[in-house]
């Protein structure tokens, strides 16, 4: 079992920048790869960005926020952070961070495990 805690939300302006931290307990956080999805209100939750187990190597970037955001883990503080510049009002959402043993998938069906979610609104 993984339990998750994301922080870092809130309002910010277009063109500002925000960064999400994921705080992982229970097994061993190296073990899973790590994933950040996002639901704007009336839409279905949606891949943002996905980082691999260990040492995180590689990652993957959806298409409407690559060059913008950076996943990024440490394994000493058990945390995968998501790094947000360049904000866009359409990047409004609760974003949610994910984690599941074995490879990374940007599909959210694919996570057993999920935080409660953090609130970023960006204003134009």
């Known amino acids: 079992q993984v339990h998750l805690i994301e922080s870092g939300g809130g309002l910010v302006q277009a063109g500002g920048s925000l960064r999400l931290s994921c705080a992982a307990s229970?097994?061993?956080?190296?073990?899973?790869?790590m994933g950040w999805f996002r639901q704007a209100p009336g839409k279905e939750r949606g891949f943002v960005a996905t980082i691999s187990r260990s040492g995180g190597s590689t990652t993957y970037y959806a298409d409407s926020v690559k060059g913008r955001f950076t996943i990024s883990r440490d394994n000493a503080k058990n945390t995968v952070y998501l790094q947000m510049n360049s904000l866009k009002p359409e990047d409004t959402a609760v974003y949610y961070c994910a984690a599941r043993q074995g490879l990374t998938d940007t599909r959210g069906s694919q996570y057993p495990y999920w935080g409660q979610g953090t609130q970023v609104t960006v204003s134009s």
């Open positions: 229970g097994r061993t956080f190296s073990n899973y790869a």
